[in-house]
């Protein structure tokens, strides 16, 4: 991804390196459990789930002493604050033409964990949208275990699809997307996790449209749609339960298979326009 020029956001909080709670362990069945539940901003339809699960990773952790970053550090670091900044003008443009105006959110950085409005954000949770402080936190490490456990393919656009996405669940939370799923999820328990789909599929066509603009901008590579497709398709809740578990149970999907994230961001991207991303209507 071309971003020389581009706009960094003055919207992320770089908690790397600083004096900070590690996490405390967790089991590989709970780590597992966490990454099923909450991966790629898992449960964000309701914010007292994400919560609960994170709450109860432990009590407060101990402290880990500050450390100085080092120089691929900060270059990672500099491309999230890229990437951020040209949703903050994607979105920006979006609320602009409909006569509002775009909050924009706070994109947290951390190692290991960190203090979240949502009980706390650990690394095993993967990146996720808290809505509580409307707030994206993301341990980098998450990417390696992306590339190495589930197939995905490494490349900085893989990196940019994920911070689409969970800017993404942003959107839903500010049009109260969000809060009309958590609505209809507690009036029809049966359908929570198809509504979970819903919103997740919702969240990477949005990320899809973003990425048609950034193409328009002329900062795409090639190949960085394709990590970003890859990327889509190695976080579907088949791909995943079949990695972990050796079997794949549809009712339990929480985020939509393989094939139906990629459909949705290849739809969000072929039209570039967000308002095509309504996955609430029909089959997905």
Request: net charge negative; charged share 20%.
């Amino acid at each position: 991804m071309r971003l020389r020029g581009v706009r960094r956001s003055r919207n992320v909080d770089d908690r790397r390196g600083r004096a900070a709670p590690v996490a405390a362990g967790v089991g590989g069945l709970g780590i597992i459990g966490v990454l099923l539940a909450l991966l790629l901003g898992g449960g964000d339809g309701g914010f007292s789930d994400i919560a609960d699960q994170l709450q109860g990773l432990g009590g407060p952790p101990p402290t880990q002493a500050a450390q100085e970053l080092s120089a691929e550090d900060r270059a990672a670091g500099d491309f999230i604050a890229a990437v951020l900044g040209t949703t903050e003008e994607f979105w920006g443009d979006v609320f602009a033409s409909a006569g509002q105006d775009y909050p924009e959110p706070i994109l947290v950085l951390f190692t290991r964990a960190t203090q979240s409005a949502c009980g706390g954000a650990r690394a095993e949770v993967g990146p996720h949208y808290c809505p509580l402080d409307r707030t994206i936190y993301m341990d980098r490490a998450f990417f390696d275990e992306l590339q190495r456990r589930f197939g995905a393919s490494s490349g900085d656009f893989a990196e940019a699809y994920v911070v689409a996405h969970e800017v993404g669940h942003h959107v839903q939370n500010v049009l109260d997307i969000m809060g009309e799923v958590r609505g209809l999820q507690q009036q029809n328990p049966g359908d929570a996790n198809e509504l979970s789909v819903r919103l997740e599929l919702q969240a990477d066509c949005f990320a899809g449209a973003w990425a048609a603009a950034v193409f328009e901008r002329g900062l795409l590579e090639r190949g960085d749609i394709e990590e970003a497709l890859s990327a889509a398709s190695a976080v579907g809740d088949d791909r995943i339960q079949e990695a972990i578990q050796g079997r794949v149970n549809p009712e339990s999907f929480t985020h939509g298979t393989s094939e139906q994230r990629v459909n949705w961001f290849s739809q969000g991207y072929d039209t570039g326009d967000p308002n095509t991303c309504d996955t609430f209507s029909g089959g997905i």
